[in-house]
Every structure is written in C-alpha cells, then in structure tokens.
C-alpha cells in the first residue's frame, strides 16, 4: 500500500511538471511602454529605426519621456547620426532626459548651451523653443540654487521650487 502511495505521487509529480514545462512556463511578452497610442509610438519608432531625423527623434524621445522611460528617451536621441546632434531643437529633449534621469547638472548645462545657441543664431531657433529654453533653464537654475540633484528624491521640496520658480518667470519684466 506505502508503494502504491509513491507510485501515485510520482506520477501526479511528472503530470505537474509536464503540464507546467509545455503550458505554464513562457506567457505573452509585455510592452516596454505602457499601453495608450500604441500603434502612433510604433510608426514613430519605426521611423527613427529607418531614417532618423532630428524631429522625429525628438518626438520619439518626448513620447518615451511621457511614459517615465528616460532609458528609452536617451537611446532614441543617441541613434542620431552625428551631424544632426548639435540641432539646437535636441538639446530641450536632451535638457529633459538628463532632468527625468536625475542630472540637475547636466540638464542646466544642456539647456544653458541651447539658449547661448538660441541666442547666437536665432535664424535656428523658433522663438518658441527660445520661450521653452529660457523657461527651463530658470527652472533648473532654481533647482540647482535649491541644491536638487534629483527631483524625484523630494517631490514636495522640487514642487515647491518648480511653483516658485514659474511664478518669478511669469512676473518676470520684460517677458
């Protein structure tokens, strides 16, 4: 009867396991991103994978930036090639990138260099990535005055900069 016993559990064992090792073990693959324009985000990527441009890598990269993958949003502007990587029209995203991956730093250097560029060749810079450029470049100034490396460290203390830092731009002379 005790043989019978480990007879039965060997076999309902091996039924388990095969049933797990032929059915259980691999499932759909999830998205990268999360769900929402899937099929605008996949042309959009196709487009950069195929012929990328400077426009359509910006756009890809804010895409990914709205979905909280600033991995994503940097490798997109990386397969740039290197002669569009100075476009001015970059360095907001680029600015951007290096704010969401916790780089106050890189991000003030990134968009101070835009807005030298915005002002040496305004032929270049549509005025409204001027107005983008020195929005931001206040902002992260204020972060960096406030010793922020990473605003995602202290959401309130970063909020609180970011409301009194675009309250001094609006009530800015001049603007």
Known sequence: MQKLGFVVNGVLLSGVLTYLFLVGGEGAASPIVSEGGGDELADLEASVATDPTPQSAAELASRYLER????????ALDTLPAATQSDV??????SRVALAQGQVDDALTIAAAAMVTCEATP?????????KTIHQTHVLSAMKTAGIQDPTADRAHSGAVLVSAVRDVRLSPGL
């Open 68 to 75: 909280d993958q600033p991995g994503l949003a940097q490798a």
């Open 89 to 94: 029209r970059l360095s907001h995203v680029r």
């Open 123 to 131: 032929a270049d810079c549509p005025d409204w990535l001027y107005a």
